[in-house]
Nanobody, 126 residues
C-alpha cells in the first residue's frame, strides 16, 4: 500500500525558510510523478510544484525562484525547500503521487494524483 508522510512544516516569519519532506513507501517511486500542493482555509487545493518521472520539474508562478523541488529516489523521499516565504504561502502542504508509471497527465491538476499524504501546516507571519 502506497503511503506518503509529510514533515517539516511550522511557523516562520516572512522572509524565512522551511524545508518540507515527504517520505513515500509501498513501492519504488523513481518512475512516478510526484507533486506538492497546498490548501488554505476556504480555498481549493492549489499546485505548488511537481517532478515528472523523467526529472523535469514544474513550479507554480507564485513560487518560482523561491521554492526548490528535489527528489532522492534512493530514499523514496521528495523535498520542498521554501525560501523568502510570504504570508500568502500559509497553508497545509500536501505531497502526492500517481498510480501510473511514466505518466503524461498534466501535473498541476489535483486529479492527476492518486495518493496523498496527510499534510503539514506551514504558517508564515507578517
Amino acid at each position: 500500500q502506497v503511503q506518503m508522510v509529510e514533515s517539516g512544516g511550522g511557523l516562520v516569519q516572512a522572509g524565512g525558510s522551511l524545508r518540507l519532506s515527504c517520505a513515500a513507501s509501498g513501492r519504488s517511486f523513481s518512475v512516478y510523478d510526484m507533486g506538492w500542493f497546498r490548501q488554505s482555509p476556504g480555498m481549493e487545493r492549489e499546485f505548488v510544484a511537481a517532478v515528472r518521472w523523467s526529472g523535469t520539474i514544474y513550479y507554480a508562478e507564485s513560487v518560482k525562484g523561491r521554492f526548490t523541488f528535489s527528489r532522492d529516489d534512493a530514499k523514496n523521499t521528495v523535498y520542498l525547500q521554501m525560501s523568502d516565504l510570504k504570508p500568502d504561502d500559509t497553508g497545509v502542504y500536501f505531497c502526492a503521487t500517481v498510480s501510473v508509471p511514466y505518466s503524461t497527465t498534466p501535473l498541476p491538476s489535483t486529479s492527476a494524483y492518486d495518493y496523498w499524504g496527510q499534510g503539514t501546516q506551514v504558517t508564515v507571519s507578517a
